[in-house]
């Protein structure tokens, strides 16, 4: 008797949930702009609809291999930058000797292959053997140690 029934509510939880599964496109598409206004995840599925739309957009030339990477302190945090932006290490932005502010550079961490692809915002790093310093979340984003300091990366810029 008991099998029978935790069959039957088995089955009714089934049935439920495959029920639920087929909601419509309009559905799917309220409850994606809801989430893109509202929770922290729809800010992500921007930054990644903005990763995606320049990748597509135009070719990546290697800048430079075995570049050394490291992220900026968290002290810089509010500051402006060198361009007169106000820094944000929760953005996806880096800082260059070199390269015009405003440029697209992906950076892929040589390790285990992730990138994430920065915008050039400031000037730096002041130490001769780092060529970018990234902002905490995207060195964050591609590191294989979390509590590591820098890292070998490649860079390459976007050409259009």
């Known amino acids: 008797m008991k099998k029978s029934i935790t069959l039957f509510f088995l089955l009714a939880i089934i049935s439920l949930v495959s029920s639920q599964s087929s909601i419509s496109d309009k559905q799917k598409a309220a409850i994606q702009k809801d989430t893109l206004k ?3 995840a729809g ?8 990763d995606s739309l320049i990748t597509s ?15 900026y ?3 810089f945090n509010g500051r402006r930058t060198t361009s007169g ?3 944000d290490n929760n953005k996806y932005t880096a800082a260059h000797k070199k390269l015009p502010f405003g440029t697209k550079v992906k950076v892929t961490n040589e390790k285990n292959g992730k990138s994430v692809i920065v915008e050039i915002t400031d000037r ?3 130490v001769k053997s780092r060529e970018i310093d990234l902002s905490k979340r995207a060195f964050m984003d591609i ?5 590591s300091g820098g890292m070998q990366v490649t860079i390459a810029v976007l050409s259009n």
């Not at 590191?143 to 509590?147: D, G, Q």
């Open 38 to 40: 509202k929770g922290k």
């Open 43 to 50: 800010i992500e599925l921007q930054d990644n609809k903005l």
């Open 57 to 71: 957009l135009g070719k990546f030339k290697i800048y430079k291999k075995e570049a050394h990477a490291s992220y």
């Open 73 to 75: 302190a968290d002290k």
């Open 85 to 87: 932006r106000k820094f």
């Open 124 to 126: 730096g790093p002041f």
């Open 143 to 147: 590191a294989s140690n979390k509590s």
